[in-house]
């Protein structure tokens, strides 16, 4: 955590509340469970939404720069929910997810490194950002695919989790098929979660790329892939 700087009141309002709400018999499973090295205060995620809910009606965020400077205080934790709280404000204001927040949300991303953070940061802040910002984001994605960093593939890959029939078909199937080599969990279980999510809207593509690639798929990978088709 920051230290001998003033925090933004929303911050600290945010930090007390979690404080006074912890419950000690949550907090070492919730943190056993994520295998986290930060500590919880053991503040469920239905509380979590409620306190929110609270907080942002008596302190709303006005400005491009106060959205930034409290995501940042609140990711510079020292409890696993004050992070969870950042990512719910920082999905929280969509006039403020703009291009300039990209190196944030990578930021995020990787520091986070673990998928209860990218997975909503994926699917909903890089995938806000690819919706209004498509040119400049699928040339990021793009590099981003190829990149050492396991959880920015994966973030590339769940990018458009949520487009539906706005998917853009031709790069979801280039970044599947270009990561169907690896044998690593996060990668396998990503190709083929964004496989199932698109095969709501459009089975017989994703069953016609599953039929063409399926003695390259790890057993992960074509279980998530065909669940609805």
Known sequence: MQANKKMHQ?????????????????AVPMQAYMKSELPFR???????????????????VSTQNEYKRII????????REERYMA????????KFQVLEMLSLYKMMIQTGAWWDYVDELAAHLIGSLLRRYPDEMKMTLRAWIKDDDVWLRRSAILAQLQFKSETD?????????????????????????????????????????????????????????????
């Not at 940042?72 to 409890?79: C, K, N, S």
Request: net charge positive.
């Open 72 to 79: 940042r205080e609140l990711w510079d934790a020292d409890f």
């Open 42 to 60: 053991g503040v469920k995620a239905g509380e979590r939404k409620k306190i929110f809910s609270q907080i942002i009606k008596q302190v709303p």
């Open 169 to 229: 078909a031709k790069m979801l199937f280039e970044f599947c098929e270009s990561r169907l080599h690896e044998t690593g969990f996060w990668i396998c279980k990503a190709i083929g979660w964004a496989l199932r999510a698109y095969s709501k809207t459009e089975p017989y593509a994703v069953r016609r790329f599953v039929d063409q690639n399926k003695d390259r798929m790890s057993r992960v990978t074509f279980k998530e892939a065909v669940k609805y088709i």
């Open 10 to 26: 929303l911050t600290t309002l945010i930090r007390q509340t979690l404080e006074s709400t912890g419950n000690e018999d949550n």
């Open 87 to 94: 990512v719910t404000l920082a999905r929280r204001y969509k």
